[in-house]
């Protein structure tokens, strides 16, 4: 089955700096990457989301790349907030099956005012 | 519209004990999942539906089971609880048609087992 491994683990920043936070995946079949966002006791948010057949995508201060030769993708924070401190997770899934994502094991990102 | 709804919101079990972790959700979602968090960890499915009564197996399902009678319900049952199945379980529903991938996550259940 599929493997997502994330890294960094921590990541503390300064605000206003910019975040990257990068994962891999095993499954050349897989096809679509999102990115979540959890806040401390909350549910997992979709902050971004890109499939296979696009390398870039951007929703204001956040961007996420993706390499399929390489089976690595990224996100990027750009401008960071006290605000986008939380867990980021990666994850990835096949769209020809039920759609079973398979999670990375979380970032937790911290700006320094 | 309440999206994923889980109860409860916390539990705690002695080990031994069953329970079931009931969620509903009203998109008229097919694809429904059942994951669990444990501290500093990412998520691990433990069982997955496309649809009314069909259920499949994820990556860690020992020691659960679940059951998928009508679209809304997906209800998650603990037989003989261990301590080793404390965690957070999310819910999670999915749409069927292109273009729309997202998961609505349910707002968890932490369970405790002593």
């Known amino acids: 089955g599929e493997n997502v491994e994330q890294h960094p683990s921590t990541l503390s920043v300064q605000e206003g700096d910019s975040a990257v936070i990068k994962c891999t995946y095993s499954d050349s079949a897989s096809n679509y990457f999102p990115w979540y966002k959890q806040e401390l006791g909350k549910r997992p948010q979709l902050i971004i989301d890109?499939?296979?057949?696009?390398g870039e995508k951007k929703d204001q201060r956040i961007a996420v790349t993706l390499n399929k030769t390489a089976k690595h993708f990224s996100l990027h924070i750009t401008e960071t907030q006290p605000e986008d401190s939380a867990v980021y997770f990666c994850?990835?899934?096949?769209?020809?099956?039920?759609?079973?994502?398979?999670f990375g094991s979380g970032t937790q990102l911290t700006v320094l005012p | 519209n309440a999206g994923v709804t889980q109860t409860p919101k916390f539990r705690i079990l002695k080990i031994g004990q069953s329970m079931t972790l009931q969620c509903t959700q009203d998109m008229n979602h097919n694809y429904m999942y059942w994951y669990r968090q444990d501290p500093g960890m990412g998520l691990k499915l433990i069982y997955y539906?496309?649809?009314?009564?069909?259920?499949d197996k994820g990556e860690v399902p020992n020691g659960y089971n679940v059951s998928r009678s009508t679209t809304e319900d997906f209800p998650l049952r603990l037989e003989l609880a261990a301590p080793s199945q404390t965690s957070v379980y999310f819910c999670?529903?999915?749409?069927?048609?292109?273009?729309?991938?997202?998961?609505?996550f349910g707002s968890g259940t932490r369970l405790t087992v002593v």
């Open positions: 890109i499939r296979s057949n696009v």
């Open positions: 994850a990835a899934s096949f769209s020809g099956s039920a759609r079973q994502l398979t």
């Open positions: 539906s496309v649809g009314a009564g069909i259920t």
């Open positions: 999670a529903s999915s749409r069927t048609g292109e273009g729309d991938y997202g998961y609505t």
